[in-house]
């Protein structure tokens, strides 16, 4: 098989150029979002894993992509305001709907069963405080830099793209420890292996841990590797 992707290609540009690489990627537990600026092949050599086994998958996939005539959306040409649209449409109305839901599930899953299982005690301290973090942060991005995004594509201010580069590294930050913080919540729970068991609140909560961190992997490459390297590309050298 030719590839296309290789080890030398970063994680965030693989799934920039064929967002679908993502699944493959998520199946591996490689990072794409936070961690998009390495090259695959580092991400694979760490893991342990086997590069051709990867690659083989995430080139096949695109293959069978081209065949079929199936076709990703290219952010990477999308005007900024459909791009962000998308984000709040997609990402941001999740977080709202899905973040006061599974607090929900987390504290009644840590009081019936925290007796037994005490690392449910370190998921609720874990995930309360990751709640904390995305709801700031979300509330950051739509009252403070989506709307000057916005603003900047219809007039073009210079001074208005300084200001929104200057919160790219806090963002970015954020980002950082919102992933951290997921990561976390996996390694307390075995990457989420149910108890013998377990019942159904036990069951929907891991399911819905690992649903958010799906979607939020999805949503930060957006920004992390998408939207700002974009903004930056726009200052002036």
Not at 37 to 57: C, F, S, W
Not at 147 to 156: A, G, H, M, R, T
Not at 202 to 226: C, G, M, P, Q, W
Request: charge should be negative; charged fraction near 30%; glycine fraction near 4%.
């Amino acid at each position: 098989m030719e590839y296309i992707f290789d080890q030398s290609m970063k994680t965030g540009d693989i799934v920039t150029q064929f967002p679908r690489a993502s699944q493959v990627l998520k199946e591996y537990r490689i990072d794409f979002c936070c961690g998009g600026n390495r090259p695959i092949g580092e991400a694979i050599q760490d893991k342990e894993l086997n590069p051709e086994e990867v690659l083989n998958k995430i080139n096949h996939l695109y293959q069978e992509t081209i065949k079929y005539g199936e076709k990703d959306t290219n952010w990477e040409v999308e005007n900024y305001t459909t791009l962000i649209d998308y984000v709040l449409d997609r990402h941001h109305a999740y977080l709202n709907k899905v973040l006061p839901e599974l607090s929900g599930y987390v504290t009644k899953v840590y009081r019936v069963h925290g007796g037994n299982h005490p690392e449910l005690g370190l998921v609720y301290k874990l995930y309360q405080q990751l709640k904390v973090e995305l709801e700031h942060h979300l509330i950051e991005e739509e009252d403070k830099i989506f709307p000057k995004v916005k603003l900047y594509e219809q007039e073009k201010s210079l001074e208005l793209l300084k200001q929104i580069v200057a919160t790219i590294d806090a963002l970015e930050s954020e980002h950082e420890t919102a992933g951290s913080l997921l990561k976390e919540i996996r390694e307390v729970t075995n990457d989420y292996q149910l108890p013998e068991g377990a019942c159904n609140t036990y069951r929907l909560t891991f399911l819905k841990l690992a649903e958010l961190e799906s979607d939020l992997f999805d949503h930060i490459h957006l920004e992390n590797n998408v939207l700002f390297p974009r903004l930056n590309r726009e200052l002036p050298i």
